[in-house]
C-alpha cells in the first residue's frame, strides 16, 4: 500500500496520437467468419485503433507533440520523459529512451514507468513528488502500448477487446502556496499478487527464453488473460480502496467532479458505474469508441474529458483502474 499527501501539480496540456487505421468491429466479424454483430456484442467494442506499422516511440512521439503544442510549449522547456507503458518496443533499452531519440532530444533523461494499465497512475504519482522536490520543472509523460501486436485471433475475448493508442501529458510543479490550487491531492496502489498470472505475456524476459521453451516460442509471446479471474481478485476490494483513496485526499465522493476510469472492459466499466454513488453522467466513459487501450487507455479518457470541456479548471478529477499484477490504483486531482 503506497499513500501520498498533497503535493501541488498541474497538468498543462494533454494529447493524443491519431491511429493510422480505426477498425470496426464489423470489420472483426467478417475476418472471423462471425455473424454480424457477434464482436460488439461479445465486447462492447464499436471500433478501435490499430498501428499495423509504427513502433510505440513513434506513436508516443505524435501524442508527446500534440501535448506540447497545446501547452504553447517546445521541446527544450522539458526537463525529463517518462514513458508509462505496459509493453515495449523491445526488451532493452527502456521505451522512453526511444521514445527521446524519436522526439530528437538530447541530454535530457529519460525513464520508463511500467505498472501496466495504470503506469499513467503510477507516473503521476512519482512526478509529481519529482516536480514537489523541485527536481524537474516540467516533466513529458507519455503512455502507449499496440496491444494488436500480441493478441490470439483465436481469443475473441481479447482480440475484439483492445485498441492501439498513445496519448501524453506535460505536467509541472503548481504554487506549493495556493492551498486551493492545482494538485495531487492523494494517490494509492494495492497489489494482490495471487492473480499474477491471470494477465500477462509470459515470452520475451529472463524466465522464459527462446532456448529455455521447447515449443514455438511465439505462443509465449501472445497476450493472455483469464477476465473472470482478474474480475474477482479485485471485486471484493473495490469499495474499501476507493473509500481509503478518497479519505487520502481528504474528500468524499460527492465532492469529485469527474470520475476517469481505466476503460478495460464492458464488465469492468459496469462495475464501476454499479459501485460508485455517483450520476453515470459523471464518469467518463469512452470504451466503445476506443476499446482497451492497455496503459493509454486511462490519460486518452483523461484527454477526452478536459477536451470536451466535461473536466475543467478548478474541477476534481478521480482516476482509478485495475492492471495486471494485480493492482489497484487511484488518484485524486484538482485541476
Excluded at 498501428?51 to 516511440?57: D, F, K, L, S, V
Excluded at 474480475?231 to 476507493?242: E, N, S, W
Excluded at 455517483?278 to 492497455?294: K, M, S, T, W
Aim: charged letters at 20%.
Amino acid at each position: 500500500m503506497t499513500t501520498s499527501n498533497l503535493r501541488p501539480l498541474r497538468i498543462l496540456a494533454t494529447g493524443v496520437s491519431t491511429p493510422a487505421r480505426w477498425v470496426d468491429s464489423r470489420e472483426l466479424d467478417a475476418r472471423l467468419g462471425l455473424a454480424p454483430g457477434t464482436v460488439f456484442a461479445r465486447t462492447g467494442v464499436s471500433r478501435r485503433g490499430v498501428e499495423p506499422e509504427r513502433n510505440a516511440a513513434e506513436v508516443s512521439a505524435q501524442a508527446a507533440h500534440a501535448a506540447l503544442a497545446r501547452a504553447g510549449l517546445g521541446l527544450e522547456a522539458i526537463d525529463a520523459v517518462v514513458c508509462a507503458n505496459a509493453s515495449h518496443d523491445q526488451a532493452m533499452p527502456c521505451n522512453a529512451a526511444l521514445l527521446h531519440r524519436a522526439l530528437g532530444l538530447r541530454s535530457v533523461p529519460a525513464f520508463d514507468i511500467n505498472a501496466s494499465c495504470i503506469g499513467f497512475l503510477m507516473a503521476l504519482d512519482l512526478v509529481a513528488s519529482l516536480l514537489a522536490s523541485r527536481r524537474y520543472r516540467r516533466v513529458l509523460v507519455t503512455s502507449c502500448d499496440l496491444a494488436s501486436r500480441a493478441l490470439d485471433a483465436n481469443d475473441l475475448d481479447t482480440f475484439g477487446l483492445f485498441g492501439d493508442g498513445a496519448a501524453a501529458a506535460v505536467l509541472e510543479a503548481a504554487n506549493e502556496n495556493d492551498t486551493a490550487g492545482p494538485a495531487l491531492l492523494g494517490a494509492r496502489f494495492e497489489t494482490w499478487s495471487e492473480a499474477a498470472h491471470a494477465c500477462e505475456i509470459p515470452g520475451g524476459g529472463s524466465r522464459l527464453t527462446p532456448d529455455r521453451y521447447p515449443g514455438d516460442y511465439r505462443e509465449v509471446c501472445t497476450f493472455r488473460m483469464d477476465g473472470k479471474r482478474l474480475y474477482r481478485a479485485v471485486a471484493d476490494r473495490f469499495d474499501p480502496f476507493v473509500a481509503a483513496l478518497l479519505a487520502d485526499a481528504g474528500l468524499s465522493l460527492d465532492a469529485i467532479d469527474r470520475v476517469i476510469p481505466h476503460q478495460a472492459s464492458a464488465l469492468g466499466m459496469a462495475h464501476v458505474f454499479r459501485r460508485l454513488a455517483v450520476p453515470r453522467e459523471r464518469i467518463e466513459d469512452i470504451f466503445a469508441a476506443h476499446g482497451n487501450q492497455v496503459s493509454a487507455s486511462l490519460p486518452t479518457a483523461l484527454h477526452a474529458a478536459l477536451d470536451s470541456g466535461r473536466l475543467r479548471a478548478g474541477d476534481t478529477a478521480l482516476l482509478i483502474g485495475t492492471a495486471a499484477g494485480v493492482t489497484l490504483g487511484g488518484a485524486v486531482l484538482r485541476l
